[in-house]
Nanobody, 122 residues
Framework: QVQLVESGGGLVQAGGSLRLSCAAS????????MGWYRQAPGKQRELVAS???????NYADSVLGRFTISRDNAKNTVSLQMNSLKPEDTAVYYC????????????????WGQGTQVTVSS
């Protein structure tokens, strides 16, 4: 099977920084996109940032210029550097990977990490 293991997160004051990391392991043939989503209490899960295997990056407007996603295709890892954090960034952050477990698969399957809490105090 496939596992996504996240690390990082925690409590930080507004204006501070945190770094999230995620490593995918298990039976993996290829990973198309890796990224981060977040879900605040009472809100829907939303995309924060993603990176394709070809290097295309995508950011939510709310984090542009503050967050930076980086990916290591060889190690199946993705990181999210979060700077200038705001209280509205408080949420559970989930790592996501769209991947195939074998060459015979013709579509990507979504996998999720367990989530890590990020809390920004004002």
């Amino acid at each position: 099977q496939v596992q996504l293991v996240e690390s990082g997160g925690g409590l930080v004051q507004a204006g501070g920084s945190l770094r999230l990391s995620c490593a995918a392991s298990g039976r993996i043939f290829s990973i198309n996109a890796m990224g981060w989503y977040r879900q605040a209490p009472g809100k829907q899960r939303e995309l924060v940032a993603s990176a394709t295997s070809g290097g295309r990056l995508n950011y939510a407007d709310s984090v542009l210029g503050r967050f930076t996603i980086s990916r290591d295709n060889a190690k199946n890892t993705v990181s999210l550097q979060m700077n200038s954090l705001k209280p509205e960034d408080t949420a559970v952050y989930y790592c996501n990977a769209e991947l195939r477990q074998s060459a015979r698969m013709t579509y990507d399957v979504n996998y999720w990490g367990q989530g890590t809490q990020v809390t920004v105090s004002s």
